[in-house]
């Protein structure tokens, strides 16, 4: 039936009846070739960390004028937690330079950070160090907790204006 068709048409032929073969031969073990579709499953997870956060009240503290040898009246700072998942330690050091007070006007006066006075009473006594210090416990979405700062005026210290960092860490 092939003997006047070329060599093309013959393999052409050839190909529809193989791939006509293979499609029956599919459809009646229950495989698919053209529509072939597999569905695979992974399993995930996900750790969520815990994390500790605080906000505080203000950021400056202002003592004021005082005079040599005495201690300013307090100034708190109020530290609250919004977002965190677990309580934090607040954390207290004093630095640049070195935490101690540095004056700025005029310049070349000092005194030590630890003059500044903290604690979580209105009447501070703990010094300051340049070592972190735990202070108070901050709990998520809980009531506020305060410390308080102060700073006392070493005597005979020169008049002029000085200013120190305070650094607060959360630490969980």
Known sequence: ?????????KVFIAGLVAISSLLMFSSLFGFGLLNASATNTVSANVVVSSFCYFTMSNTLINFGS???????PSNVLTFTDTVG???????????????????????????????????TTSTPTTPLTSSLVATVEVFPTGAPNSIYMAVSIPDQQYAATYNSVVSFTSSC
């Not at 039936?1 to 048409?9: A, E, R």
């Not at 005082?66 to 300013?72: A, E």
């Not at 330690?89 to 006007?105: A, D, F, K």
């Open 85 to 119: 998942n677990i309580a934090t330690n607040v954390e207290i050091q004093g630095i640049l330079p070195q935490g101690n007070w540095i004056s700025s006007s005029p310049s070349g006066y000092s005194f030590y950070e630890a003059n500044t006075l903290w604690g």
């Open 66 to 72: 005082q005079t040599p040898g005495v201690t300013s």
């Open 1 to 9: 039936m092939l003997k006047n068709t070329s060599l093309i048409d």
